[in-house]
């Protein structure tokens, strides 16, 4: 049984791009009784090791990371609104009215004209980010100042929730995949294993390159949050994969073509063990792998991820299945890559 109070934990903490030492604490707190080093680097990964039961055939390097899409305060106005951009991709459609928090503390509400005071195309049409601000409560600017200062980041509201076999909560891409990461340091290993928790996935895959650079691994499986399109309004060929489905093996994405003997032994695995797999169907987005694979002279990495609906907003759902999928896939590929059968 998986302690779902972990991943809620995470969840429940905030990081955006750049900004992630709160979520670094919390795991920092739950793996450094099971970790045999533990290293920081300049960008804030988490390179953590374990030893195994045995000495691997292939150095592998298990990553997934610990930063989410958010905001951050780019002006103050003179009526102590905010002004913002976004941290990472997150679509305009899903701002408006919705609860953020300024620096962690301070409450607020991304603005949103009035339904009564719409015209024309403007029911059909989301506002840019650019024409948005954030209301704090603040009369002024100075008033607003005594709360907030330019730089700081905002994030949705934490919220989590746990029930009848599905999560809900922000920023579940990636704490899954952090959850997942912890899970398996807490067990005992078969191979010594390299963890990395990295920063700046959102703005470029920023952290996990460097990881790579300093650990020089022979193989690495990221773990990952990916679209999960099973809802109206996207066919089933464009859906990428559906909740429920299982962990996701990626064959390609926009910044990796994923080795084929990695992907199929992986669809393989989970068959022979009665894990739901299923492979993404969509050549969309980009993981850590993107810049570890790249890193020194070359890395064979794979991405395995839980489908996650509503990615990039206040609110992405999951499924315990899908979670479990993931973990219990991850244990069969680390066994056969540090073996040195793939």
Wanted: glycine share 10%.
């Amino acid at each position: 049984m998986l302690n779902y109070e972990i991943l809620k934990k995470l969840t429940r903490t905030i990081g955006v791009s750049g900004e992630e030492d709160d979520v670094r604490s919390v795991i920092l707190s739950e793996i450094e009784p099971y970790a045999d080093e533990i290293h920081i680097s300049p960008l804030g990964n988490i390179l953590a090791f374990k030893k195994g039961e045995k000495r691997p055939e292939k150095k592998l390097m298990l990553c997934a990371h610990m930063d989410e899409v958010g905001f951050v305060i780019t002006n103050i106005m003179e009526n102590g609104l905010l002004k913002f951009t976004t941290v990472g991709n997150i679509r305009p459609e899903v701002l408006s009215g919705r609860d953020v928090l300024v620096d962690g503390k301070t409450p607020g509400v991304i603005c949103a004209k009035p339904v009564h005071l719409l015209k024309g195309d403007e029911f059909e049409k989301p506002v840019p980010v650019n024409e948005l601000a954030i209301d704090i409560g603040a009369d002024t600017r100075e008033q607003a100042e005594t709360l907030v200062q330019i730089g700081d980041n905002a994030c949705f509201v934490p919220f989590f929730e746990h029930v009848h076999g599905t999560v809900k909560a922000k920023a579940l891409d990636d704490r899954v995949g952090c959850f997942a990461l912890i899970t398996l340091m807490q067990r005992p290993l078969e191979y010594d294993t390299y963890f990395v928790f990295s920063t700046q996935e959102e703005i470029g895959l920023r952290g996990a390159g460097t990881a790579a650079y300093i650990l020089e691994p022979d193989a690495a499986l990221v773990l990952e949050g990916t679209t999960a399109g099973d809802i109206p309004g996207v066919s089933p060929t464009d859906a990428a994969c559906k909740m429920g489905g299982g962990a996701v093996i990626s064959l390609t994405d926009m910044r990796t073509v994923y080795p084929k003997d990695y992907f199929r032994r992986a669809m393989a695995l989970g068959k022979e063990n009665n894990i739901p797999v299923q492979p993404k169907t969509v050549r969309a987005g980009g993981t850590d792998a993107g810049t570890i694979h790249v890193s020194r002279g070359g890395v064979k990495t794979l991405t395995i991820s839980h489908p996650c609906r509503y990615i990039h907003s206040a609110i992405a759902m999951t499924t315990e299945k899908d979670i479990e999928a993931v973990i219990d896939l991850m244990v069969l590929m680390m066994a056969e890559i540090s073996g040195g059968k793939l």
